[in-house]
Structures are given as C-alpha cells and as structure tokens.
Nanobody, 123 residues
Framework: QVQLVESGGGLVQAGGSLRLSCAAS????????MAWFRQAPGKDRVFVAR????????YYADSVKGRFTISRDNAKNTVYLQMNSLKPEDTAVYYC????????????????WGQGTQVTVSS
C-alpha cells in the first residue's frame, strides 16, 4: 500500500484560503483514487472530496462544493486540496486517504491514511 503525509494546515481567518498537500510514497500512488476527509472535535470523520486515479473525475461534499478544489500530480505523487472562502465550520483535522478497495462502505474502501493536518478557521 501507500504511505501518506499531509501538510499545509494552519490558522486562517474566515474568508481566507489554505492549500493542503498529501505526499505519497511508493510506486502505486497513480493506481488509486484519493480523497480528503475531515474530523472536527467530538464528531465523526466525514468525506470532503475525491479524485479519480487519473484526475479526470472529482466529487465533493455539498458543504464544500464551489469553495474547495481537489487535484493531483501523479508525477509528484501528491494530491492537493485548495480551500477558499474558509468558514469557522471548516475547522477540523484533515486527512488524505487512498482508495485501496472498490467494495464496502465509504470509509472502509480507504485502506491507507495520513496522520492528519489541523485546519483552524477563526471568525
């Protein structure tokens, strides 16, 4: 499988922007669809965005549609999440994950996870 390391989190004011990166090790990165999830304190981990292995297809949670953009560079083994017009409710730990299975529930299809990066949006 693939090892993932997120970076780019931080503290930003409402309305600001951040760009998260997820660097992958291993030669299999380009085989996997990738996704970003987030988990706020005391809440479940939820889906944010997904990108196909080729980058040709993307999908977003309604809460971030039009504000966030997921992209990938397979030559650099990296997936990105550009976050614009940030809101305090976007505050969470953000995780990237590789979709290593094509069956089961949403979370169970993602077999490789990063350690997460904290995003805090102040009002």
């Amino acid at each position: 499988q693939v090892q993932l390391v997120e970076s780019g989190g931080g503290l930003v004011q409402a309305g600001g922007s951040l760009r998260l990166s997820c660097a992958a090790s291993g030669r299999t990165f380009g085989r996997y669809a990738m996704a970003w999830f987030r988990q706020a304190p005391g809440k479940d981990r939820v889906f944010v965005a997904r990108i196909s292995w080729s980058g040709g297809s993307t999908y977003y949670a309604d809460s971030v549609k039009g504000r966030f953009t997921i992209s990938r560079d397979n030559a650099k083994n990296t997936v990105y999440l550009q976050m614009n017009s940030l809101k305090p409710e976007d505050t969470a730990v953000y995780y990237c994950a590789a979709e290593t299975s094509d069956s089961g529930s949403l979370l169970s299809r993602f077999g490789s996870w990063g350690q997460g990066t904290q995003v805090t949006v102040s009002s």
